[in-house]
């Protein structure tokens, strides 16, 4: 997950950066310095923000030549 599927994932959603931040369980400073690219944010809490934003019902679509994005899930949508 790319900083910028992150704010369009947290848009989608309507939350705002402490709603994913409590959602995830991390600090708002991560969310913070992850999504302005401010600092290295490891792996386990950048899988701990895209499973909060999974679990709300995001998809993130893989880079396919025009660019990696996002979208409500089909399996939550149902």
Do not use: H, Y
């Not at 939350?15 to 995830?24: C, I, N, P, R, V």
């Not at 310095?33 to 709300?56: N, P, Q, W």
Request: charged share 30%.
């Amino acid at each position: 997950m790319t900083p910028e599927q992150c704010r369009a994932a947290r848009a989608l959603l309507d939350w705002t950066q402490s709603k994913l931040a409590e959602s995830a369980g991390l600090e708002l400073s991560i969310v913070v310095d992850f999504e302005r690219s401010l600092r290295e944010v490891s792996a386990k809490r950048i899988r701990a923000l895209r499973a909060a934003l999974e679990e709300a019902g995001v998809e993130f679509i893989p880079e396919n030549g025009s660019g990696a994005g996002v979208r409500f899930s089909k399996k939550k949508a149902n």
